[in-house]
Structure formats: structure tokens, C-alpha cells
């Protein structure tokens, strides 16, 4: 195990002290509680985005690279190179996106 404040330590936690067991505990705690919040943010701010590549998945099944990006940047997909396989106003689904 690496860290900024020391070199190899140990790959077994049986050969380090409980003090250095837990602040490498902190140490991971606070990678991780660092890394949830800036995911949860993300999802908030990519809500839009990520709600219309939902739609655009549920109604076709599947989407290449460049029909996702369409999707993203808010873009309509061009419906003659792809298949719909649901129409989604004529059914009623238990999602509305």
C-alpha cells in the first residue's frame, strides 16, 4: 500500500500498527466520501442528459457512440439510419421520462 505521506507500508494489515490501520481507514473514508459527492453532483447537473439517453435507449434498444452524443448535447438522432422499437406516446408505460 502507497500513500503520499509514507512509502510501502504493507499489503497485510496484520504488519502495521492500529494507529496507521486507521488512518488509512480515514485516509480511504475520505477518498471515498469525496468521490460520492462529486458523482451525486454530476448526476444532478447531467439530469436532463441523462434522462433523454433513458428515453432514447428505451425506445430504440440500442444506440451506437454517435447517437448517444446527439442525445447529449440535445440533439435529435436521425430516425432513416435508426430503428424504433416502441412508440412511446401510444403506450402507456410506467416510467415517464
Known amino acids: 500500500?502507497?500513500?503520499d505521506d509514507v512509502s510501502f507500508i504493507s499489503r497485510n494489515k496484520d504488519h502495521t500498527s492500529d494507529e496507521l490501520n486507521g488512518q488509512i481507514d480515514v485516509a480511504v473514508q475520505k477518498i471515498?466520501?469525496?468521490s460520492s459527492k462529486r458523482v451525486s453532483e454530476l448526476l444532478t447537473q447531467?439530469?436532463?442528459?441523462?434522462?433523454n439517453l433513458a428515453k432514447g435507449l428505451f425506445l430504440h434498444d440500442?444506440?451506437?457512440a454517435d447517437e448517444m452524443d446527439r442525445i447529449i448535447s440535445g440533439k435529435d438522432i436521425d430516425l432513416s439510419k435508426t430503428k424504433k422499437v416502441r412508440d412511446w406516446e401510444?403506450?402507456?408505460y410506467l416510467i415517464k421520462f
Not at 447531467?46 to 434522462?51: G, I, S, T
Open 1 to 3: 500500500m502507497y500513500g
Open 32 to 34: 471515498l466520501d469525496d
Open 46 to 51: 447531467k439530469d436532463k442528459e441523462l434522462r
Open 62 to 64: 440500442y444506440l451506437n
Open 90 to 92: 401510444q403506450d402507456d
